[in-house]
C-alpha cells in the first residue's frame, strides 16, 4: 500500500493517474488532491477516493469546494500556501501535475519532506533544476520522471553505466503542424494548435508541442534528470510516437522504450516503481503501425528549439527566463492575443533583454520567474497594440 498525493489532480495526467489509482484501491491510498479551481471534478474525485484532503490553489473558489465536500469528512482549503500544506503531507508519491512554473514551490516542498515526487510539471525543473536537484540529495527523496520520453530514458539507461552512455536521443512528434509552412504557420488558431495529433493533453503543453518548445523543454529537463552533457541530448522528430525516447551506449548500441500514446504507461512507471503495475488501454500493435518513420527537426519553423538549447548550454538564469517568457507566451496566443509565430519571437525577446545571475535558491528562481514573466508581458501588450 502506498499513499499517494496528486498536485494538480483535475488536469489531463492528474485524471490518468486518478484512473490508476481508483483501479487499486488495495495498492493505494489518496491522501491530498489539488487543483487550481475545477470544483466539480476535485470534490467528485475526493469523494470517490476518499482524500483526506482536498485544496483549490484559488481562494476564491474555496466556498464552492466546501459546499461540495459538505458532509464528506474531506477537509477544504484553499490559497497558494494551502497546496503547499497538502504538499507536506509525507505521501509516500506526490505526483507533480500541476502545469507551469505554478507547480515549482509544492514540488519543492514534496521533495522537502523526503519521498518520491512523480513529476510531470516540467516547467518546475526546467526553471528550478540546480536548486531542485541539491534539494533532492538533501531531502534524500527519489524523483521519478512522468514525462513518457523521460520515463523511457530512465527505463532504458542502465544507471551503473552512466559513462557508457553515448548519447540519449528524445523523440518527439512534431506536432499538427510538422507539415505546415511558416507563411501557413502564422495563421494558426489556439484551436489547431491544441489538436496534437498522437496525444490527448493540457492545453499549454499542447501549444508547446506545436511549437516544439516542449521538446525544447524535455531537453533541460532531461539534462538535469539523467548523467548527460547538454551535446550528448538529441531531437529526432519521429511522427508515430511509439518509441518514446533512446539511450545509444558507445558500443554501439542504442535501446529503446515503445508503448502507445497513453500516459497511463509512463504514469503507471512512477506510480509503481521499482515495480511495475498493469494498466489498462490498447496494447502496441507493431503490425498495424507496419512503419516507424525518423527525420530531423525543422530548425527554421521551429526556432523554440533552438533558443532552447542556447538556455540549456548557457544554464544559469537561462532556462527560467525562458520557461518563464513561453508561459506568458503561450497563455496570450490562447486567449488571442498574439500570433503563433509571436510566441518564440516573444521568447527570445525576453531572453535578450535580462540576463540575471544564476539563482542558488528557490526565492531567486521565483524572482526571475517573476521578472521575466513581466518583460514578456510588456512586448505581449506592444504587439497587441
Ligand atoms: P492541464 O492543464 O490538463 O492540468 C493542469 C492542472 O494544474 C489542473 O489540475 C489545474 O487545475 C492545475 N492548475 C492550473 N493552474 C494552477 C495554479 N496556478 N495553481 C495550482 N494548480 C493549478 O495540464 P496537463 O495535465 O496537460 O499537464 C500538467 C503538467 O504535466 C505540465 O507541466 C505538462 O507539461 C506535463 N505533462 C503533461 C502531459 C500530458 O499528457 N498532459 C505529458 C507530459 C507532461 P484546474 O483544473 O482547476 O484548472
Redesign the pocket.
Known amino acids: 500500500m502506498k499513499t499517494v498525493t496528486i498536485?494538480?489532480?483535475?488536469?489531463?495526467?492528474?485524471?490518468?493517474t486518478l484512473d490508476l489509482v481508483e483501479r487499486d484501491p488495495e495498492a493505494f491510498r489518496v491522501v491530498a488532491l489539488?487543483?487550481?479551481?475545477?470544483v466539480t471534478?476535485?470534490a467528485a474525485a475526493a469523494i470517490r477516493t476518499r482524500a483526506q484532503r482536498a485544496v483549490?490553489?484559488?481562494e476564491a473558489c474555496l466556498p464552492a469546494l466546501r459546499d461540495a465536500l459538505a458532509g464528506s469528512g474531506i477537509a477544504a482549503t484553499g490559497g497558494?500556501a494551502a497546496?503547499c500544506e497538502a504538499a507536506a503531507m509525507g505521501a509516500d508519491v506526490t505526483v507533480a501535475?500541476?502545469?507551469?512554473c505554478?507547480?515549482l514551490k509544492?514540488a519543492m516542498v514534496a521533495v522537502e519532506q523526503g519521498g518520491t515526487l512523480a513529476l510531470?510539471?516540467?516547467?518546475?525543473l526546467v526553471s528550478a533544476g540546480d536548486v531542485m536537484k541539491v534539494a533532492v540529495a538533501r531531502h534524500g527523496a527519489t524523483l521519478l520522471p512522468?514525462?513518457?520520453e523521460h520515463s523511457a530514458i530512465f527505463q532504458c539507461l542502465d544507471a551503473r553505466l552512466a559513462d557508457r552512455v553515448r548519447r540519449i536521443i528524445l523523440t518527439a512528434s512534431g506536432g499538427p503542424f510538422r507539415d505546415r509552412t511558416l507563411e501557413e504557420m502564422r495563421a494558426i488558431t489556439p484551436a489547431q494548435a491544441v489538436a496534437h495529433p498522437n496525444?490527448?493533453?493540457?492545453?499549454?503543453?499542447?501549444v508547446?508541442s506545436a511549437t516544439m518548445m516542449?521538446k525544447g523543454?524535455e531537453m533541460i529537463e532531461a539534462y538535469h534528470l539523467f548523467p548527460v552533457t547538454p551535446a550528448q541530448i538529441e531531437v529526432v522528430v519521429h511522427r508515430q510516437s511509439v518509441i518514446h525516447s533512446m539511450v545509444e551506449y558507445v558500443d554501439g548500441s542504442t535501446i529503446a522504450q515503445l508503448g502507445t500514446a497513453d500516459?497511463r504507461t509512463p504514469i503507471a512507471g512512477a506510480l509503481a516503481w521499482p515495480d511495475r503495475m498493469v494498466t489498462p488501454g490498447e496494447r502496441l500493435d507493431l503490425v498495424k503501425i507496419g512503419r516507424l518513420d525518423f527525420e530531423a527537426p525543422d530548425p527554421v519553423r521551429f526556432p523554440a528549439l533552438a533558443l532552447a538549447r542556447a538556455a540549456l548550454e548557457a544554464g544559469g538564469a537561462r532556462p527560467a527566463i525562458l520557461n518563464a517568457a513561453n508561459e506568458v507566451a503561450v497563455a496570450a496566443f490562447l486567449a488571442g492575443g498574439i500570433g503563433f509565430l509571436e510566441i518564440a519571437a516573444i521568447v527570445a525577446d525576453t531572453l535578450e533583454r535580462y540576463d540575471p545571475p544564476a539563482p542558488d535558491t528557490l526565492d531567486a528562481v521565483l524572482d526571475i520567474d517573476r521578472a521575466a514573466r513581466a518583460l514578456a508581458e510588456e512586448r505581449v501588450k506592444e504587439r497587441v497594440a
Open positions: 498536485l494538480g489532480a483535475t488536469g489531463s495526467v492528474g485524471t490518468s489539488t487543483a487550481n479551481c475545477d471534478r476535485l483549490v490553489a484559488d497558494a497546496v501535475a500541476i502545469v507551469g505554478a507547480g509544492p510531470a510539471n516540467k516547467e518546475a512522468v514525462d513518457s496525444w490527448s493533453m493540457g492545453a499549454k503543453i499542447s508547446d516542449n523543454l500516459m
